[in-house]
């Protein structure tokens, strides 16, 4: 109504990370829910145990869900559609996790220096699990 | 960015919030166990799939024994329910009248979605082993 | 009724550390736990320190953690909390003696928000007049008596000092929200700094503390969004 300046602070970014957290939650909600769908459809509608059910809501890639009892499901998964949500469900969910140990060490952790460091360390280690998961998703 | 903590994690963890107070401890606690399982699944898994490490299978191993499965289970399943509750709310502070009333329904649906599969799973793996 | 207080006292010109101290008082159920520091104090042991003003909640100066919890002394009453009271300081900040803290952390991010009508506008002829909508739109946030209960009960301000706080956050949503003031802008870039609302977790220990049942999670909500789309509606 009032304000028409755009909201700009030091807190910019911590605004984003708010942001991404909670839509991260939610769209992270949604791929459990289509990765469940899939494996109810690919017949898995009497052959599923919580923890199988549990490997498919989590990563729906060939490699993690080979072990069920599913038949075939390799077949039909090595397509761009599924290698783009794969890597999109790592992206969200390392992101999500990370952020979320960010704003735990930082509610607990009084030195600035180590708090800096960490942040560096975490950046590092989300960065490496991008990585990981996208050599693992198109190359194996 | 200096931060000046005057509270220890023990004194702020004897103050007898309500609800929403445990409801924040446990989201914290499940949150980190769910980082703490996958990257030491992942991990494992990667070590074990690359160099057949005998550590890393034995990690794989209790990660899948029906036991840590419910312990996931629950962990996910509070979190993900909680973090709706929590996103629900930031995204309609109107629905903060009704905090109280929120956090039961909360409640009901996870006793429900966590105590029928972990019903099932428990008597599956009991008659199976 | 004989009723058991136990105090957590501290001097630090004698005390190494805070400790706790016994008293048997004599209570009613209808006295407040005030009435009962009262009979200590005067009857016996005067060295008992503890802030109070008006004993009837309006005031805000004896609020403390009763029970584990953060309520004003005058607004409980010994029928409330049981024969056994547990009575010590507000968390997070500095003991001055015994049940009296240093409030001025608190009043420092009070000020940061700039809790004050601003309006460089010409005065009008007669009123800046206001709507009974856009008067509701505030009303519940004007009730703040600034006791320090909820920033002192919020796990956010017990990790830092730095972060603003619940009650800072009332009065910038009092303000920012008034249809006559025109400071909207400056306040809501404070509010979004790193220690400002995005370190609100809805934990809701602000509202359950508020003696004057202030929907304050509710109020930080509403700033949150006021942040995120750069306007007030």
């Known amino acids: 109504m009032r304000t028409s300046r755009p909201i700009r602070s030091s807190g910019f970014i911590e605004y984003v990370l708010w942001l991404f957290t909670r839509f991260s939650g939610l769209l992270l909600l949604l791929f459990a829910a289509i990765s469940m769908g899939v494996a109810f459809s690919l017949g898995g509608r009497t052959l599923l145990d919580l923890p199988t059910m549990t490997r498919w809501v989590f990563f729906p890639n060939p490699n993690h869900v080979v072990n069920s009892d599913i038949p075939d499901v390799s077949v039909g998964w090595s397509n761009a559609f599924w290698q783009i949500f794969s890597v999109l469900m790592i992206f969200l969910a390392a992101g999500h996790g990370i952020n979320g140990v960010r704003m735990v060490l930082e509610d607990y952790i009084s030195r600035p220096l180590l708090v800096a460091m960490l942040r560096v360390l975490l950046f590092m280690l989300w960065l490496a699990c991008m990585i990981f998961a996208v050599y693992v998703i198109l190359y194996s | 960015m200096a931060l000046s903590r005057r509270v220890s994690f023990l004194a702020g963890l004897r103050y007898r919030g309500k609800q929403g107070m445990l409801n924040f401890i446990l989201h914290r606690i499940t949150g980190l166990g769910i980082v703490a399982f996958v990257g030491i699944h992942v991990v494992a898994g990667f070590f074990g799939q690359q160099f057949g490490d005998d550590l890393s299978f034995a990690l794989n191993t209790i990660y899948e024994s029906w036991q840590f499965q419910l312990f996931v289970y629950f962990s996910v399943l509070y979190h993900a329910l909680n973090g709706t509750r929590l996103t629900l709310m930031d995204l309609f502070p109107k629905l903060m009248r009704f905090q109280r009333e929120l956090l039961w329904l909360q409640w009901a649906i996870f006793v429900v979605s966590f105590g029928f599969p972990s019903y099932f799973l428990i008597q599956t793996s009991l008659s199976s082993s | ?233």
């Open chain 3, 1 to 233: 009724m004989k009723v058991k207080l136990r105090i957590l006292r501290y001097d630090p010109e004698k005390d190494k550390r805070p400790h706790f101290e016994n008293y048997v008082v004599e209570g009613q159920p209808n006295d407040q736990v005030l009435d009962l520091l009262n009979q200590v104090k005067w009857y016996q042991d005067g060295t008992l320190a503890y802030r109070r003003s008006c004993a009837h909640g309006i005031c805000g100066s004896d609020a403390m953690r009763i029970n584990g919890v953060n309520r004003l002394a005058c607004k409980v009453l010994v029928k409330d909390v049981g024969r056994k009271i547990k009575i010590e300081p507000l968390l997070g900040m500095p003991v001055v003696k015994d049940l009296i803290v240093d409030m001025e952390p608190f009043f420092e991010h009070y000020r940061s928000v700039m809790p004050y009508f601003v309006n460089d506008d010409p005065p009008p002829q007669r009123e800046r007049l206001q709507s009974i909508v856009e008067r509701e739109r505030f009303d519940d946030t004007t009730k703040c008596i600034l006791c320090a209960a909820c920033t002192t009960s919020c796990p956010s301000f017990w990790a830092s000092g730095e972060y603003i706080g619940p009650a800072a956050f009332v009065q910038a949503h009092r303000f920012i929200f008034d249809s006559r003031d025109r400071a909207a802008a400056e306040r809501l870039v404070v509010l979004n700094e790193r220690m400002g609302v995005w370190r609100c977790h809805d934990i809701f220990n602000c509202t359950e503390a508020c003696p004057r049942e202030i929907e304050i999670t509710k109020a930080i909500g509403e700033l949150k969004m006021a942040v995120a789309k750069g306007r007030i509606d």
